[in-house]
């Protein structure tokens, strides 16, 4: 029981050590990926130092971390902002994300085992409940906890982390559709991967995959030319 609490006591001790401006890091682009930030709404870095509680010089760090990233854009005297998608954003996104996500799918394939594809049904049938009952919030971090594990299994951190990247830019822009549209109106082909996998069928897990991509995406690009 001793070594217990020692080992959490350890890990415990291991989160605090973290530097701040990774915790505040993490902290915003966790916000911008499940789009409480609103694409082209300004913030200051002061009203995000009072907001997080923390100091200016982590907030700087993590900002100029973002804005590498393409997750936030500088607006001057002290402001940033979500940066708002055009037409030629969501374009290249679809076509980016289908590319990379695609693949991802179709080598997870090859290593899942019968219990993480478990696993993911269980991720999936939470995010039903979640469209059931509109919360756009908890369908957001679902879909994301969904696709993630997913691709985690595909052993390839380079287009995982490009993928993730990906996410980053357009999550913003989902929370908005899914704010005027509801949950309902949002396509899900997880099934179909689900069942690919299950079937060690790597090519229609890539198939399916870029169908739950490509319609999600053109609701996200009507949306923006309806806006």
Known sequence: MDLIKNKASSTDGAR??????????????SQIMYGELVPGQPVTIQGLTDSLGVGMTPVREAIRRLISDGALVFQGNRRVSVPLLTDGDVEQMIYSRIKIESELSRRATANVTPQDIDHLEQIDQRLDRTISDGDVSGYLRLNHRFHETLYGHANAPILNDLAERLWLRFGPSLRVVCGRFGTQSLPDRHKDIISALRNQDADLAAKATAQDIEQGMELMADALVNA
């Open 16 to 29: 605090e050590k973290r530097p701040a401006h990774e915790q505040v890091y993490n902290t915003l682009r």
